[in-house]
C-alpha cells in the first residue's frame, strides 16, 4: 500500500522551530519528486517547498531563508525544517509524492505558531 505520513508538527511560538518529517512506504521512494504544501484557514493550499529525485530544490518566496527541504532515500523519508516561523506560518502542511501519472498525498500535520 502506498502511503505517505507527515509527523512533527506542534505549537511553536514566534521565531521558533519545527522539522516536519514524511516517511514513504509502498513506493521506489528515490525515483519521486517531493514537495510541501501548505493551507491555511480560508486559503488555497500552496506549494511550499519542493525537491526533485536528483536533489533540486526550490522554495516559495514568503519561505525563501527560513525552510530547507531535504530528503533521506536510505530512509525514505523527506523533511521540512522551518526556522523563524511567523504566525502566517500557521496551516495544515502536507506532503506529496510526483512521478510520471503518480501523485500521493500525505494526510497533513498542523502547525501552529502562537504566542
Known amino acids: 500500500q502506498v502511503q505517505l505520513v507527515e509527523s512533527g508538527g506542534g505549537l511553536v511560538q514566534p521565531g521558533g522551530s519545527l522539522r516536519l518529517s514524511c516517511a514513504a512506504s509502498?513506493?521506489?521512494?528515490?525515483?519521486?519528486?517531493m514537495d510541501w504544501y501548505r493551507q491555511a484557514p480560508g486559503k488555497q493550499r500552496e506549494l511550499v517547498a519542493g525537491i526533485t529525485a536528483s536533489g533540486r530544490t526550490n522554495y516559495a518566496d514568503s519561505v525563501k531563508g527560513r525552510f530547507t527541504i531535504s530528503r533521506d532515500n536510505g530512509k525514505d523519508t523527506a523533511y521540512l525544517q522551518m526556522n523563524s516561523l511567523k504566525p502566517e506560518d500557521t496551516a495544515v502542511y502536507y506532503c506529496n509524492a510526483r512521478y510520471r501519472n503518480d501523485d500521493i498525498w500525505g494526510q497533513g500535520t498542523q502547525v501552529t505558531v502562537s504566542s
Open positions: 509502498g513506493m521506489i521512494f528515490g525515483i519521486y519528486a
